[in-house]
T-cell receptor, first 109, second 112 residues
Framework: EDQVTQSPEALRLQEGESSSLNCSYTVSGLRGLFWYRQDPGKGPEFLFTLYSAGEEKEKERLKATLTKKESFLHITAPKPEDSATYLCAVHYNNNDMRFGAGTRLTVKP | DGGITQSPKYLFRKEGQNVTLSCEQNLNHDAMYWYRQDPGQGLRLIYYSQIVNDFQKGDIAEGYSVSREKKESFPLTVTSAQKNPTAFYLC???????????FGPGTRLTVT
């Protein structure tokens, strides 16, 4: 069955404490993997697209990487304003798209 | 400013009533989507449209209907046949099906 699994479900960090979020997928014919940030009660905000294993993208304190079966979102020296839910989505086959349930990140000052 | 608007932000309805959620975009995107988001679950696709006057069912289309008469607009009707309509509804658009999607602010629907 095609699945996208994000872990952990929730992550609490101290300000400055770097960590990584995981998105693993069991789909065939990967066409792209997307990362989004979602604040409570708002729509997701696009962060990155990754297309092939080995690809990396960076934006401020965030860096996304992709392997054949998973993607990581690395957060370096996070700040309280990085607190949000981070979603990954996988585009596969011809027109299929599946979202993970998200990781809820809390960064304490 | 280009973007996607959804209205209203909050919507309350009585059980048995149909309700229509608005979604408008001025990004000149061809593809538009409707998702439903429930606590602890990933976004689930209700309907999508890649071109005007054409749309396809997503994973959970039962109890919903859409229209795409204009490129900019993709309204979603939640019918009385939808058994559990209370949820957060998100509209999105993209250049085409292969590219990243941009989301609106969402509409929270409560049916009692």
């Amino acid at each position: 069955e095609d699945q996208v699994t994000q872990s952990p479900e929730a992550l609490r960090l101290q300000e400055g404490e770097s960590s990584s979020l995981n998105c693993s997928y069991t789909v065939s014919g990967l066409r792209g993997l997307f990362w989004y940030r979602q604040d409570p009660g708002k729509g997701p905000e696009f962060l990155f697209t990754l297309y092939s294993a080995g690809e990396e993208k960076e934006k401020e304190r965030l860096k996304a990487t992709l392997t054949k079966k998973e993607s990581f979102l690395h957060i370096t020296a996070p700040k309280p304003e990085d607190s949000a839910t981070y979603l990954c989505a996988v585009h596969y086959n011809n027109n299929d798209m599946r979202f993970g349930a998200g990781t809820r990140l809390t960064v304490k000052p | 400013d280009g973007g996607i608007t959804q209205s209203p932000k909050y919507l309350f309805r009585k059980e048995g009533q149909n309700v229509t959620l608005s979604c408008e975009q001025n990004l000149n995107h061809d593809a538009m989507y409707w998702y439903r988001q429930d606590p602890g679950q990933g976004l689930r696709l209700i309907y999508y449209s890649q071109i005007v006057n054409d749309f396809q069912k997503g994973d959970i289309a039962e109890g919903y209907s859409v229209s795409r008469e204009k490129k900019e607009s993709f309204p979603l009707t939640v019918t009385s046949a939808q058994k559990n309509p209370t949820a957060f509804y998100l509209c999105a658009s993209s250049t085409d099906r292969n590219y990243e999607q941009y989301f609106g602010p969402g509409t929270r629907l409560t049916v009692t």
